[in-house]
Nanobody, 129 residues
Framework: QTHFVESGGGSVQPGGSLRLSCPAS????????AFWFRQVPGREREGIAY????????LYGGSAKGRFAISKDDAKNTVYLDMRNLAPWDTGLYFC??????????????????????WGQGIQVTVSP
């Protein structure tokens, strides 16, 4: 069952920006932490960003720090990922996810991603000249 439908992906030139949106269905984001992951062919799925249920705490993977911003709007039941200064290595299939468990670091989040209950199908982001 798909709990999110991601939108906002596509192709962009290096240095450009994108905003990924992820409205949830079938459950409320209000009491859920939310996540963004990225999958590149031949590599493990990596954690990109995390936001706590209340929105006060955020975590970012190394490549995303300073360029990406995760947020969630509980009134719209939607998770966002604002990406700026995009580079070719940001290319990949981006997944949003949510669940009741909160994390204090990206390594633990990545290690326990299989236990996150709500996922989208993924949306492609391609950064190329």
């Amino acid at each position: 069952q798909t709990h999110f439908v991601e939108s906002g992906g596509g192709s962009v030139q290096p240095g450009g920006s994108l905003r990924l949106s992820c409205p949830a269905s079938g459950f409320s984001l209000e009491y859920s932490a939310a996540f963004w992951f990225r999958q590149v062919p031949g590599r493990e799925r990596e954690g990109i960003a995390y936001v706590s249920s209340g929105g006060a705490a955020t975590l970012y993977g190394g490549s995303a720090k300073g360029r990406f911003a995760i947020s969630k709007d509980d009134a719209k039941n939607t998770v966002y990922l604002d990406m700026r200064n995009l580079a070719p290595w940001d290319t990949g299939l981006y997944f949003c996810a949510a669940g009741p468990t909160h994390y204090s670091n990206m390594a633990t989040m990545k290690a326990h991603q299989q236990s996150i209950p709500y996922w989208g199908q993924g949306i492609q982001v391609t950064v190329s000249p």
